[in-house]
Structures are given as structure tokens and as C-alpha cells.
């Protein structure tokens, strides 16, 4: 079987937790027997237009065109670019065995031989859909969050626009994918998507890349660069968009050095946090939080390995790949209950959850943490426990395989 990714993003290339799903979802059905994973995505500075890695082919593509006139613009260019690539490919793999035979029908393929595209959320599904019914191809796409769900509502008419994509996405798709329950709830709710047409795979986290040399005087150092000996890491990693809830968490500091003074919160990650900034000078706050600004790959699991607490009080959350992060780095884990998290992190079980919009009840569920070391160390070994035996990659990797059966079979035994 021959999946084709479609994603905007895929690493070095990271903008969001597509880029990661994609990466070891991608890495996991790669090795399992049978499977050949190719990935088509955006061109990124540094890195090869194609290659070879942990068995998943990968292309690397530009938008067509310059001075494009607005995101819109570039995001269709970026698809027309994916849609040629990938269309290369299948054409190689459809190639007549003489001049003079036609191009193999892909519905008399085996299933060894089957072509199944993939696309990742709406940044892709004009390239899909073009290839969809150019070659008669069955999608399975995967919706990792909708327009409806991160503003509250449709709005605007860029809400409208990008609402209707997903819709027609999640029409033209054989399958839907969705991470948690509550997407498969919003894909109905927001894109009109029929229950019985879509199927929930957990997110997944590879708990291996935790497992590195990291002796107490490494890590005593490393700290430093963050925290004062007798200072508690609170660790935040995310964008600073409203939907993350940084602001929550920033609004909940006061409170929570009112509980336990010596709290120090690191906030990782790139983009624009002026107005995060902002809001920590108004409070007073301001020494007490660390903007790290973008965070390499290596530094970030180790900061995940000296945190003593990792928070992500999002609004917004169709899943939380950064939690189940902290869960395999073993880290206390605090969480709102917006969205799919309480899906991820069971209360009382494997982590502490706090309503979603509130800084007093966020600061007393870090406090918690703080005051029963032990009982946040039981937490956080039933969490790592549960990173093995359900948000590991190659089980999930099976899952999603199984889906690729069910539409290669009932792909065969329709009448296009």
C-alpha cells in the first residue's frame, strides 16, 4: 500500500502540532510491512527537496509564483506546486509497461499496489481533491481542528471561507480522522461530517526521544539558564494565540505565588508574545516570566526533563500533543478541561484539570502539584504507563492502517 501525505508542514518546517503528527505517524506506518509512506509538503530553507528518512520518502516543494497577494494566494500556489509533485509520483507508479499500453487502472490494483492520499486539514485539500478526481483515488483525510472551534463560531468571512474548505474536505473524503472524541462531535457539529463516517485515532508521542544522557550536574546547569535553585519551573509550550491560553496561565501567576511564592514560569516558543509581555509588566509579574522565544528540538526536551510542572490551559484544544509530551518526559501535568485534553489527561489519574478560563482554579491545581510531590509523582508514572500502552505511535499507526483497508475494499467493490 502507497499512502500520500499532503501537508502543509512537515519538520524542519514546523508551525504547529500538524507538523509533528504528520513527522511520526508518518515514521510509524513506514515501518510496518507493506506500507510505503510518501509525504508531500512546503519547501523549507536548509532542507533537501527530497529525501529519505526513518523510511518515509519526503518531497519538498515551493509555491508557484512570487509576491503572493495574501495567504490565501500562497496556500493555493503552495497546492498547485503539491498537486504536481504528487501527480509525478502516481504517474510513475501507474507507468504502462510498454509505450503502447494504457496507464494502469488504479481500482485493479492489489493491495499492495493501492495508492490511498492523505491530506492534513484544509491547508491541503485543493491538491487532494484535484488529484482525487484526476486518478479516481479514494482520500482519508485527517481534520486536526476546525475554523468553528478556534473562534468560538464563524464570524468573519475569512471564518466562512476557511469553514467551507473543511467542509468540502470532509465531503470529498472517503473516511474522516479526528483525534478525540470532542472532534469527532465538532466535525458533525461545524462541517456537517456523518457520524459513521469518521473515525477517532489518538494522537501519539514518541517516548524514546526522552530517553538520552542527562546526568544531575547536567541538568542542574541546564536549569540554571531558566530558574533559580529554589524556583518551581511552571513550563508552557505553545503559540501565543488566545486558543493556547498563555494569557490564562500569565493572569494566574499572582495567584499562584500568593499559594507558593517561589513559582517561576517559562514560556516556550516562537511567534509573537508582545502582548504576553505586555500583560506580565501590567501585573508586576514580569521577573517572574521567562519568554524563551523559539526553542531547538534538544533544548526543549531537555527543559520538559527539568520542569517541575508543564500547564497548557488552552481554550481551544481538539487534542494536546505538548501534554502528552510532558506525560512522556514523566513531567506533572496541568490542563484545562476545554476540548479533547480531558480525553488525554485523566483527572486525579495521570494529571491535574482545571476549568478552562480560570486563573484562581489554574493557580490552586499548580499549587496541588507543588504541596504533594508525591501524589504528583504517582500521577505522572500512570501517565507515562499510559504513553506505552495507549498514545504510543505504532499502535496508533495499526489503527489508522485499518482504515486504509476498510476504504481500499470498499474502493474496489464500488461503482465509481
Not at 114 to 131: K, N, R, T
Not at 336 to 361: F, K, Q, W
Request: proline share 5%; net charge negative.
Amino acid at each position: 500500500m502507497r499512502v500520500l501525505m499532503l501537508s502543509w508542514e512537515y519538520p524542519p518546517r514546523i508551525v504547529g502540532g500538524i507538523a509533528r503528527h504528520v513527522e511520526e505517524l508518518s515514521w510509524s506506518l513506514a515501518g510496518i510491512p507493506g506500507v510505503e509512506v510518501h509525504v508531500v509538503t512546503c519547501e523549507f530553507h536548509g532542507a533537501p527537496e527530497y529525501e529519505e528518512f526513518n523510511g518515509v520518502h519526503i518531497y519538498r516543494v515551493k509555491a508557484y509564483g512570487e509576491n503572493h497577494a495574501d495567504f490565501f494566494h500562497w496556500i493555493h500556489e503552495l497546492n498547485n506546486a503539491m498537486r504536481d509533485r504528487a501527480a509525478a509520483l502516481i504517474d510513475q507508479w501507474l507507468k504502462p509497461k510498454t509505450s503502447r499500453s494504457k496507464p494502469t487502472d488504479p481500482k485493479k490494483l492489489g493491495w499492495d499496489n493501492g495508492i490511498i492520499l492523505h491530506p492534513h486539514d484544509w491547508l491541503s485539500h485543493f491538491a487532494a481533491v484535484e488529484l482525487k478526481y484526476k486518478y479516481k483515488l479514494p482520500v482519508v483525510a485527517t481534520v486536526h481542528a476546525t475554523e468553528y472551534g478556534r473562534n468560538s463560531g464563524i464570524h468573519s468571512e475569512t471564518n466562512r471561507y476557511i469553514n467551507s474548505i473543511e467542509q468540502q474536505l470532509s465531503h470529498e473524503a472517503w473516511r474522516v480522522i479526528v483525534c478525540s472524541e470532542f472532534m469527532k462531535k465538532e466535525v458533525n457539529t461545524a462541517l456537517y461530517t456523518p457520524e459513521d463516517k469518521v473515525d477517532i485515532i489518538f494522537n501519539g508521542v514518541v517516548k524514546r526521544k526522552f530517553n538520552f544522557e542527562f546526568s544531575g550536574e547536567e541538568a542542574a546547569v541546564f536549569r540554571a539558564r531558566f530558574a533559580l535553585p529554589d524556583e518551581k519551573i511552571v513550563l508552557f509550550v505553545g503559540r501565543g494565540v488566545r486558543e493556547k491560553g498563555c494569557q490564562v496561565l500569565i493572569d494566574a501567576l499572582p495567584h499562584l505565588r500568593h499559594r507558593y511564592f517561589a513559582s517561576k514560569l517559562v514560556i516556550a516558543g516562537g511567534g509573537d508574545r508582545r502582548h504576553l509581555i505586555e500583560q506580565a509588566v501590567k501585573l508586576g509579574v514580569s521577573d517572574q516570566c521567562l519568554f524563551t522565544g523559539f526553542i531547538p528540538d534538544d533544548d526543549l526536551l531537555r527543559l520538559y526533563k527539568v520542569a517541575d510542572a508543564a500547564c497548557f490551559p488552552s481554550l481551544y484544544e481538539p487534542f494536546g500533543i505538548v501534554a502528552l509530551e510532558a506525560m512522556a518526559a514523566a513531567v506533572p501535568v496541568v490542563v484545562s478541561d476545554a476540548g479533547g485534553l480531558p480525553e488525554v489527561v485523566e483527572a486525579g489519574v495521570t494529571g491535574t484539570v482545571t476549568r478552562a478560563d480560570d486563573p484562581i482554579n489554574l493557580a490552586d491545581g499548580i499549587a496541588a502539584i507543588f504541596r504533594d510531590p508525591e501524589t504528583a509523582a504517582a500521577m505522572a508514572a500512570e501517565a507515562l504507563n499510559r504513553v506505552d500502552t495507549i498514545f504510543n505511535w505504532d499502535n496508533l499507526a495499526e489503527q489508522t492502517v485499518a482504515v486504509y483497508n476498510r476504504v481500499w475494499d470498499e474502493y474496489q467493490a464500488s461503482n465509481w
